[in-house]
């Protein structure tokens, strides 16, 4: 788990990688919306799927810890760059990819107001819909926990704030971190999810883009008494820690 101290307690750095979608199908074919039944829904790009299983790749190669547990949004793009990620995190070892376990959060959904999600393509009626079980089978095969609870049972109301939205996904981070505090996590989102865990947990610095498949990523201490109970400390992020996030300085006043 860690380091363990003389009084019996012991301690692990843990960590949260937070990463965006790959790239989007009605970005590179705008016409796709105007006969898809669900146009808000788009999947990903056959660049995508390259770039989610080169980054998964890339977090298997150089991040210096592994991978326990991978959250992810229900929307399409977000399913199919975790399935990309969770394969290549698996590659070495591909007759056992329980070794990393997949569960879908709908707490990391995209943003759900206009800023986010285009007016002519959101449903008239403001109601998001998903399944649970197709949404399961876009992953890949023995990586699936579905034992898992969400931390949000159901999808945020259409039309929430941006600054609601990012609470919600800083609630979500910390919560998954609370109920699998010894264990590193990754959570397959959207970009406003990536960009506030810079806005929340790093000094500094503001976000001037996010680009597909971009990461971010938060540390802290967890400590671990005897009695199995636990302490942890506040999330932090180092901008040496960062792909594809272009940052600007914040200008003092």
């Not at 009084?7 to 960590?15: L, P, T, V, Y």
């Not at 990463?19 to 009605?26: A, E, I, N, P, Y």
């Not at 579905?146 to 945020?156: D, G, R």
């Not at 802290?220 to 506040?234: D, H, I, L, N, P």
């Given at each position: 788990m860690g380091l363990s101290d003389g009084?019996?307690?012991?301690?692990?750095?843990?960590?949260v990688v937070?990463?965006?979608?790959?790239?989007?199908?009605?970005?590179?074919?705008?016409?796709?919306?105007?006969?898809?039944?669900?146009?808000?829904?788009?999947?990903?790009?056959?660049?995508?799927?390259?770039?989610?299983?080169?980054?998964?790749?890339?977090?298997?190669k150089h991040l210096s810890f592994p991978i326990h547990r991978v959250f992810v949004s229900p929307f399409l793009r977000c399913l199919q760059t975790a399935s990309g990620v969770a394969s290549a995190l698996c590659a070495d070892d591909?007759?056992?990819?329980?070794?990393?376990k997949v569960s879908i959060e709908y707490g990391l959904c995209e943003m759900m107001n206009s800023l986010a999600i285009r007016p002519n393509v959101a449903p008239k009626d403001g109601i998001f819909s998903f399944d649970i079980s197709q949404c399961e089978s876009v992953l890949p095969a023995g990586t699936i926990d579905?034992?898992?609870?969400?931390?949000?049972?159901?999808?945020?109301g259409w039309q929430e704030?941006?600054?609601?939205?990012?609470?919600r996904y800083m609630q979500v981070i910390t919560s998954l971190a609370d109920k699998y505090p010894s264990e590193n996590l990754l959570l397959v989102t959207?970009?406003?999810g990536v960009g506030t865990t810079i806005a929340r947990c790093f000094e500094d610095v503001e976000v001037a883009e996010v680009e597909y498949c971009a990461y971010s990523v938060l540390q802290?201490?967890?400590?671990?008494?005897?009695?199995?109970?636990?302490?942890?400390?506040?999330f932090v992020g180092s901008v040496k820690d960062l792909a594809g996030i272009q940052l600007m300085q914040v200008q003092e006043t």
């Open positions: 009084d019996g307690s012991s301690q692990f750095r843990q960590n937070v990463m965006r979608h790959g790239d989007r199908l009605d970005n590179v074919a705008p016409l796709w919306s105007a006969s898809a039944p669900r146009p808000w829904d788009p999947p990903l790009a056959d660049d995508g799927h390259l770039r989610a299983y080169a980054t998964g790749d890339k977090i298997n591909p007759i056992d990819p329980s070794k990393i579905n034992t898992t609870e969400m931390v949000y049972k159901e999808l945020p704030t941006r600054e609601g939205a990012r609470d959207h970009g406003e802290r201490s967890v400590v671990f008494e005897e009695s199995k109970s636990f302490t942890a400390g506040q």
